[in-house]
C-alpha cells in the first residue's frame, strides 16, 4: 500500500530564516506531488504541484519554492521566511496523470510551521 | 476560477444524530472529492465522486454535476465524526489546475 511521509510534524522558525520541508511517498511511481497551505481559518491553498522530476509548477506567486529531486521526493523550501508565512503545510499525492484528471487525492500528517 | 461553496459552515449534533452536508460548485467539474479532517488535522479522502453515489459505512455521498452540487451524508453519528469536513473539485472548464476546496463545515458531534 503506499503511505506519504512528511516532516517535521511542527517547525518554530525566526524571520529571516531558511526552510526546508521534506515529504516522500512510497509504494507508488512517478506520481503528483502537490504542496499545499492551509492558514487559520480552514481553507487550503495550492501552492505548488508537480507531474515529474524536476517538473514544478507554481500556483501563486511567494517567498517559497518547491523542489523535486527524485521520483517520490517533494521538497517546499524558502531562503528567509516571513511572519506571513506561518502556517500548515500540507504534502499529497495521486496517482500519475495530467491535473486535467487529478485522482484521489491523499495527505501527509502536515507540518505546523509558526515564524515568530 | 471555479467557486465552491459549502454549508452549513457550523454544526453541532448530539451523538446518533444523521447529518446532510452540501457542496454547490459554480462550474463543470472533472472531479470532486470529500475529505475529513480531525482534530488533529490529519486529512483523510472519504470520496472520489465526480458524479453518482457511493457508500462507504455510515458514510456516503451523492454528487448531481448537471445541478453543480454535491451531498455527504453521515448517519448514526460518533463522536469520532468531529472535525472538518471539506469538498473539492477540478474545474472542468479550463481553469486552474488541480483541486479547489470550499471552506469545509466544522462538525462538532457531542456525547
Known amino acids: 500500500s503506499q503511505t506519504i511521509h512528511q516532516w517535521p510534524a511542527t517547525l518554530v522558525q525566526p524571520v529571516g530564516s531558511p526552510l526546508s520541508l521534506e515529504c516522500t511517498v512510497e509504494?507508488?511511481?512517478?506520481?503528483?506531488l502537490y504542496w499545499y497551505r492551509q492558514a487559520a481559518g480552514r481553507g487550503l491553498q495550492l501552492l505548488f504541484y508537480?507531474?515529474?522530476?524536476?517538473?514544478i509548477s507554481s500556483e501563486v506567486p511567494q517567498n517559497l519554492s518547491a523542489s523535486r529531486p527524485q521520483d517520490r521526493q517533494f521538497i517546499l523550501s524558502s531562503k528567509k521566511l516571513l511572519l506571513s508565512d506561518s502556517g500548515f503545510y500540507l504534502c499529497?499525492?495521486?496517482?500519475?496523470?495530467?491535473?486535467?484528471?487529478?485522482?484521489?487525492?491523499?495527505f501527509g500528517n502536515g507540518t505546523r510551521l509558526t515564524v515568530t | 476560477g471555479i467557486q465552491v461553496e459549502q454549508s452549513p459552515p457550523d454544526l453541532i449534533l448530539q451523538e446518533g444524530a444523521n447529518s446532510t452536508l452540501r457542496c454547490n460548485f459554480s462550474?463543470?467539474?472533472?472531479?470532486l472529492q470529500w475529505f475529513h479532517q480531525n482534530p488533529w488535522g490529519q486529512l483523510i479522502n472519504l470520496f472520489y465522486?465526480?458524479?453518482g453515489t457511493k457508500q462507504n459505512g455510515r458514510l456516503s455521498a451523492t454528487t448531481v454535476a448537471t445541478e453543480r452540487y454535491s451531498l455527504l451524508y453521515i448517519s448514526s453519528s460518533q463522536t469520532t465524526d468531529s472535525g472538518v469536513y471539506f469538498c473539492?473539485?477540478?474545474?472542468?472548464?479550463?481553469?486552474?489546475?488541480?483541486?479547489?476546496f470550499g471552506k469545509g463545515t466544522h462538525l462538532i458531534i457531542q456525547p
Open positions: 462550474d463543470s467539474v472533472n472531479n
Open positions: 465522486i465526480p458524479s
Open positions: 509504494g507508488t511511481s512517478n506520481p503528483n
Open positions: 473539492a473539485v477540478e474545474d472542468g472548464g479550463g481553469g486552474a489546475d488541480g483541486l479547489t
Open positions: 499529497a499525492w495521486s496517482v500519475h496523470g495530467t491535473l486535467r484528471h487529478v485522482g484521489p487525492l491523499h
Open positions: 508537480s507531474v515529474g522530476i524536476g517538473q
